[in-house]
């Protein structure tokens, strides 16, 4: 079984920058692809990025080209680093796995994008 545990939120300004981290456990996390989410408020959960095992990288059109997937698998971490903020980007964000369905969610950090 695996846990993730999302951390690195705040409060930003637009234009700013964050970096999220995932910290996972278990001893296969370096075959997941992993995929990272997010919830804004009033809206449904919403796919912004995710990464295979080997590293190949997709990205919402709504973030491409200011926001990077990565991961570090001797490390159990994925990373989101968020530049070039918006305040549209202002939600609850979430690591797990990237599968057609997942049962069960950590927590989240939030990100508030507001001057």
């Known amino acids: 079984q695996v846990q993730f545990v999302e951390s690195g939120g705040g409060l930003v300004q637009p234009g700013g920058s964050l970096r999220l981290s995932c910290a996972a456990s278990?001893?296969?996390?370096?075959?997941?692809?992993m995929g990272w989410y997010r919830h804004p408020p009033g809206k449904q959960r919403e796919l912004v990025a995710t990464?295979?095992?080997?590293?190949?990288?997709n990205y919402a059109d709504s973030v491409k080209g200011r926001f990077t997937i990565s991961r570090d698998n001797a490390k159990n971490t994925v990373y989101l680093q968020m530049n070039s903020l918006k305040p549209e980007d202002t939600a609850v964000y979430y690591c797990?796995?990237?599968?057609?369905?997942?049962?069960?969610w950590g927590q989240g950090t939030q990100v508030t994008v507001s001057s």
């Open positions: 990464i295979t095992s080997g590293g190949s990288t």
């Open positions: 797990n796995r990237h599968l057609p369905s997942n049962n069960f």
């Open positions: 278990g001893s296969i996390f370096r075959i997941y692809a």
